[in-house]
């Protein structure tokens, strides 16, 4: 049985490192973005229109409204959908035909989507050190069991009630 499992490893290292490498790229390129997003008006504008518009589902799981509550739910840090005035895209069109604007001076979308990309930011940066502790293992690995509880205790410390 023994051997059975080093074989089972063997076959599956190479597949977790490759894995957890995409999965460090991935939360990489989120980082980059959200330190971005406050430099980029384009960016801003697109995220605001996608939140007011779709409710935050095309660009970043953080802005979701949709699982907003769940988010709120699973870490009291977060900042909440109800402490802000979230405008809405539909109503601008209403108002644009019925005042010829949209300007809306008490919306606070924006701010909600920044004091969000904040709170992502520490996340994203605490799932990109442990996915790194688990290459590193998994580069390392050499069939003990003490590697398989590392592992797994690392693999519980990563598993983020925010990725889906």
């Known amino acids: ?16 490192e490759e ?11 989120e980082v980059k973005w959200i330190e971005h997003l406050p430099r980029c008006w384009m960016c801003q504008i697109e995220v605001e229109l996608d939140v007011e518009r779709y409710l935050g589902k ?21 900042p909440k959908e109800k402490n802000y005035k979230i405008d809405n895209y539909w109503w601008q069109v209403k108002r644009y035909r019925e005042t010829g604007t949209t300007e809306w001076k008490e919306s606070e979308t924006m701010k909600f989507i920044l004091d969000r990309a904040k709170w992502a930011y520490k996340i994203d940066g605490k799932q990109i050190h442990v996915a790194r502790q688990k290459l590193k293992l998994v580069r390392t690995w050499d069939f003990s069991e003490r590697c398989e509880r590392k592992f797994a205790k690392l693999d519980n410390e990563s598993v983020s009630p925010f990725f889906f």
């Open 19 to 29: 894995d957890l490498m995409l999965e460090i790229r991935h939360l990489r390129s």
């Open 58 to 78: 095309h660009i970043a799981w953080f802005v979701d409204l949709e699982s907003g509550e769940y988010l709120e739910e699973q870490d009291p840090s977060c």
């Open 1 to 16: 049985m023994m051997l059975l499992d080093r074989i089972n490893t063997r076959e599956w290292l190479p597949q977790a």
